[in-house]
């Protein structure tokens, strides 16, 4: 026992040695510094500081100058090739990263910004790095930090979760991998300040013109028409449930986990809802309450008694299927069997 | 079933047209009998959670309401203004007095002391479970003389009979649920009826009432809001619609003026007409009448247009410009307050989710599926198109608020679930108008037809429109089996409105919450009484000065029933405060002991329901706690509570999760339990999975009490151990 532990020790010292003298060797402070300095001027070319690194780049910036590196780099893997499938998000990702990169560059001057880099590489201009990070599944974003040394070490990896919420968990990720702080995300607004003005401008210019149109009640407001549909949809719009679709971002239909080619549209449980049960349910009840409006104010006005007398059975048939079809549906989804209470002795 | 009665009753009583001054007293004789009927079913259809259970408060807010009324009712009303509540918030407290609406419990002392002063002495707290029902028969009323504003009075008997028993109110206003939207609605619908009598009348007393209803409205509860603004809006619209007119403005003037003099009398409400965001559109709107009506004049007394023309461009954006930079300079300075998180909630739904949790934590601000529509309004729905079309046919002022009313709410009701409330009576009404003119129309021509038989059916238009006055709209050329056809699937429509209403009423919305039930095996009702065990144990066995940690649902109902003093409760007014719970439950025992060191915590509460399969225990809860405990302590991280994203108790869970104090609590001694035949030890049945952490030890807590079917658990906090 006794002579193993020496010898552990001694493989250790020897080790130790042996690290500090690579790292004393291969370090130069010097080329380190000029790498950062390069680093730090191809950063200033791009607007949100994302810089665009090739094969080249990598192996300058990471092959090259080995760890321990006075900078992390956070490599953003994209493909053009696959900007076209909108399920694996990689432009909103791109984005997303920029704004991440530029929040930082915003936050943080002087030494702490030249610690951290944020690069892209795009796969038909590098595909050898890609295989040398060992990248074979996109979206793809890792940390090398200053100490990794093998490109293929998989630790910095961010992971699904990681960019679930999009800038503020990748920054959260940064934060807690690096100890930098990036700051909240400074998001661009939704309209610039010169665009703010010229609108207000405009209200401004337009507004004694509406009025003067108002005044003297020809203007589009006063067509009932138009209020009437207006006020049908948001009656559409609020009991197809879109705005529950809105908020939990629901899809329109799921596929069915045991067969792939089926496509479920109805979700068995109350309070939850697929986008196009609601829009179908919407339209149901919206189209039983004008067929009675029509067939009470509209079918009135036509002579012809024959096309009165079918159009109406068609209404009757129509609304009766639909309020059916809505009464099981409602049954079936919330689980509930509704029935009338009959006196006990009618049993 | 008298929904179905209302229409043909009413009809019933024009066939006596010989005899006017006797028609019309039998119609009155009718009306009112059906009346009667309405209010007393309005209030029977609401005891169903009386006799399904017992006469109690139900759910959680309706506690603190109680306890306020009782101290009400002891103290008097000054001792009660002036409430510092310690029991709650430790070791902050609670200024009572001036955080809540104060409506409700005032409405229930009066109620009460009225009946001890006629010599009925019953108990407070039946006042209290029998309010919501008394108001609602109330509403009934208001609906009956609102539906009879905007259309006739066979839709306001319409309304009433809907609005009865429709179960998006019923949901709120059961036997039992004492909260302030018992009282509100009545409120809410009273304010909008007296206001549209007066913008029809044009009478300052119309709008003196609609200033003291909304006074009302606003001391019984915080949804006043809408009203504030919905006004206003319907003002601008009745403006830009060229509907402008000086009954208008005597109306909403006064109705502002007072209505807001009146509602900074309450404490809670305070100054915020004058300061806060939500409120300045309203403000806005009273100066732009002002405009309108400077306007009127200026054109009364200056005879040429062309100088009118330049006048009013120059006044119009002058005033534009002020009314901006007042609100921009207001806004910056900090005098007007922005918006509040739940206001903005309802114009950017999204807003909620992404920065408030404990906003969208609670399950009544869910957004609202197609199925809880159907399952509250059920055929109000399919009638509501065919009733915005008849008030677009007919359009007046009092249609044009009906219409905006409905279309508001309901958009509001499609955010957020418990605003469905809220657009209740608006879809009742508007239902009420296509039932009432749709049946109108049938029968008037059914008896046309019997006068006149040789009419014929091209001719019918004229022959239906100059025979019957009662007919509003154009009316049918049908046939009569047609129009016979078409009455028989109204009144089918109407049967199934009634039977699905009783038997929502009775199965879904009497639930108590504090007593649970369930079917048994051989379909018997099993009764769970935990709850109120647990309190009453806790009233019982445990000092009186002693502190119960638990998280915030169960607040109210500890300090009511327990009569303990809680950290946080349903109130949720102190954000840290409840994260700090927040991340105590869900640390590491050592590490949660010092904060409840730290907040004097003795005893820890955790509702569990692995035994009985109950969904909503805290550990279904758990990450909410971690995600409100987070968004102020950054140590609490959600991910480290998952696994892959999916939120896991069995073997597969985070290390973090089956460690923390939560878990712990409500597993403890649960991996030695056998709760369902042919499963292992230690299977939830609430989640169906056998949990991965069976062997729990306490270092800091030990098991107090447990309640019979395990529901809520009770831990005594050690005393720290010697220092050696």
Known sequence: MAINKKLASLLFLLATVSSFASSASFSDPDSDSDLVNELVSLRSNSESGVIHLDDHGISKFLISSPAPRPYSILVFFDATQLHSKTELRLQELRREFALVSATFLANNNGSDAEKLFFCEIEFSRSQTSFQRFGVNALPHIRLVSGSTSKLSDESGQMDQSDFARLAESMAEFVEQRTKLTVGPIQRPPFLSKAQISVIVALIVIATPFVIKRILRGETLLHDRRLWLSGAIFIYFFSVAGTMHNIIRKMPMFLQDRNDPNKLVFFYQGSGMQLGAEGFAVGFLYTVVGLLLAFVTNVLVRVRNLNVQRSVMLVALFVSFWAVKKVVYLDNWKTGYGIHPYWPSSWR | ?724
């Open chain 2, 1 to 724: 079933m008298v929904t179905k009665k209302t229409s043909p009753d009413l009809l019933n009583s024009f066939s006596f047209k010989s005899l006017k001054l006797k028609t019309k007293q039998q119609e009155l004789l009718i009306r009112v009998s059906i009346l009667g009927l309405v209010y007393v079913l309005a209030f029977i259809a609401r005891l169903f959670s009386v006799l399904r259970y017992e006469s109690m408060i139900h759910e959680f807010d309706p506690y603190f309401n109680y306890r306020t009324t009782l101290f009400l009712t002891e103290k008097g009303f000054y001792e009660f203004w002036n409430w510092f509540d310690s029991e709650s918030w430790y070791p902050l407290g609670r200024i009572i007095g001036g955080t809540l609406y104060p409506g409700l419990m005032v409405t229930a002392a009066l109620i009460y002391w009225a009946l001890r002063f006629l010599r009925f002495f019953v108990h407070i707290r039946e006042v209290c479970v029998l309010t919501a029902p008394f108001f609602a028969s109330n509403t009934t009323i208001v609906a009956y003389f609102f539906g009879k504003e905007i259309w006739d009075t066979g839709a306001g008997l319409v309304a009433a009979a809907l609005i009865a028993i429709c179960p998006g109110y019923i949901s709120r206003s059961v036997a039992g649920s004492y909260d302030n939207e018992a009282v509100a609605i009545f409120a809410l619908l009273l304010t909008f009826y007296l206001f549209v009598k007066a913008v029809k009348t044009g009478s300052l007393s119309w709008a003196l009432g609609s200033a003291f209803g909304y006074f009302y409205m606003v001391s019984a509860w915080g949804g006043y809001v809408f009203i504030i603004n919905l006004i206003p809006l319907y003002v601008l619209v009745l403006l830009i619609t060229g509907r402008y007119s000086m009954r208008l403005y005597v109306a909403y003037n006064c109705m502002y003026i007072l209505g807001m003099l009146l509602a900074m009398q309450i404490r809670f409400v305070g100054f915020q007409h004058v300061q806060s965001g939500e409120h300045m559109g309203a403000m806005g709107v009273f100066l732009l009448m002002q405009v309108f009506y400077f306007l009127d004049w200026v054109k009364y007394k200056l005879n040429d247009t062309k100088l009118f023309q330049t006048f009013l461009k120059i006044t119009v954006t002058s005033a534009v410009l002020v009314g901006g930079i007042a609100l921009g300079v207001g806004t910056a300075s900090g005098y007007i307050s922005p918006w509040t998180g739940r206001f903005y909630s309802l114009l950017d739904p999204t807003y909620a989710k992404d920065h408030i949790p404990i906003i969208a934590s609670v399950s009544e601000h869910q957004p609202t599926a197609w199925s809880s529509f159907m399952f509250d309004y059920h055929i109000l729905l399919f009638l509501f198109p065919a009733g915005l079309y008849f008030c677009f046919k007919r359009l007046s002022d009092a249609t044009i608020f009906i219409v905006m009313y409905g279309l508001t709410s309901l958009y509001f009701a499609g955010v957020m679930v418990r605003l469905i409330l809220v657009a209740t009576p608006a879809v009742c009404l508007i239902s009420a108008i296509a039932v009432s003119a749709t049946v109108k129309n049938l029968t008037s021509l059914l008896r046309t037809k019997q006068k006149i038989p040789q009419a014929g059916s091209t001719k019918g238009v004229g022959s239906s429109k100059s025979s019957s006055k009662v007919t509003l709209d154009q009316s049918q050329p049908f046939q009569k089996n047609g129009a016979i056809a078409l009455l028989v699937g109204v009144f089918y429509l109407l049967s199934r409105y009634a039977i699905h209403c009783t038997w929502v009423t009775s199965e879904a919305y009497s639930s108590p919450s504090i007593v649970l039930a369930a079917r048994g095996a051989h379909g018997n009702r099993i009764i769970f009484d935990d709850y109120r065990e647990a309190y009453y144990w806790l009233r019982q066995n445990t000092p009186t000065d002693a502190k119960v940690m638990s998280w915030w649902d169960y607040g109210y109902q500890i300090t009511a029933m327990g009569n303990r003093t809680v950290i946080v409760d349903n109130n949720t007014w102190n954000n840290t405060h409840i994260a700090t719970v927040g991340r105590a439950m869900s640390s590491y025992e050592d590490e949660a002991y010092d904060i409840m060191r730290s907040l004097d915590v003795n005893y820890v509460l955790v509702v569990f329901g692995g035994v009985t399969g109950y969904s909503s225990d805290d550990i279904n809860k758990f990450l909410w706690m971690v995600r409100i405990g987070g968004g102020v302590y950054p140590v609490i991280k959600e991910p480290d509570y998952l696994v892959n994203g999916e939120f896991r108790v069995d073997k597969g869970a985070s290390p973090k999760m089956l460690n923390c104090l939560m878990y712990k609590l409500c597993y403890y001694r649960f991996g030695e339990l056998v709760t369902e035949y042919g499963k292992p030890t230690g299977y939830d049945r609430a989640r169906g999975v056998e949990i991965g952490n069976k062997d729990v030890k306490l270092e800091h807590l030990e098991e107090a009490y447990t309640t019979s079917n395990w529901i809520v658990r009770i831990y005594r906090v050690k005393p720290p151990t010697n220092r050696l």
